[in-house]
């Protein structure tokens, strides 16, 4: 019973109002919590996804991971999704490609943006790092509104990031 008990603890998440940067403020420790005893990559991804999906309400959001010279398409919450995109395209491919953030106010005015949703209009794409240096992942979020994504964002997805990249990394 007591190992029952243990194996199936459920994580209640608290969250208050608050804005943007508030709402992140009180998830990461959370976040953290939640993949601190879970040594599977996959399940701590499909969490950390339900969780920012329940939290703020985008469109889409998941991890592609490094395979070969592809992403392929991990964790997710929202739409069907492509399976695999090439190394440098769509802005998931750049963001590998570059190791670095990416903030696109306006999908249909970047050039190699990939349409997996034609609800889609604005993204952030933040690569996560593993112990040598090397994108083992990309967080993908999608929000069906313009501009959704900002600098506060792009901060607090690469504190998550972190936390992913030193755990499973
Ligand atoms: N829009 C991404 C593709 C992934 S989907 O949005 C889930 C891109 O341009 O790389």
């Not at 005893?37 to 920012?52: F, K, M, P, Q, R």
């Not at 999906?53 to 395979?67: H, N, P, Q």
């Not at 034609?118 to 069906?144: C, K, N, T, Y």
Request: net charge negative.
């Amino acid at each position: 019973m007591t190992h029952l008990q243990a194996e199936y603890t459920m994580h209640a998440l608290t969250l208050t109002h608050g804005d943007k940067a508030e709402t992140y403020r009180q998830l990461l420790p959370q976040l953290a919590a939640l993949i601190a005893d879970e040594t599977d990559l996959t399940a701590n991804l499909a969490n950390i996804s339900a969780v920012l999906k329940e939290a703020f309400g985008w469109l889409w959001v998941g991890f592609y991971r490094t395979d070969g010279d592809t992403l392929v398409l991990g964790p997710f919450q929202g739409p069907l999704a492509c399976t695999r995109i090439p190394h440098g395209r769509g802005v998931c491919g750049q963001a590998w490609a570059q190791g670095e953030t990416l903030v696109v106010a306006d999908v249909n005015a970047h050039p190699d943006h990939i349409a997996c949703s034609s609800l889609s209009q604005s993204e952030i794409v933040v690569p996560v790092f593993d112990r040598h240096g090397a994108v083992m992942l990309v967080l993908d979020v999608d929000a069906d509104q313009l501009a959704v994504f900002d600098d506060t964002d792009a901060e607090y997805l690469q504190q998550l990031a972190v936390l992913i990249g030193e755990k499973h990394g």
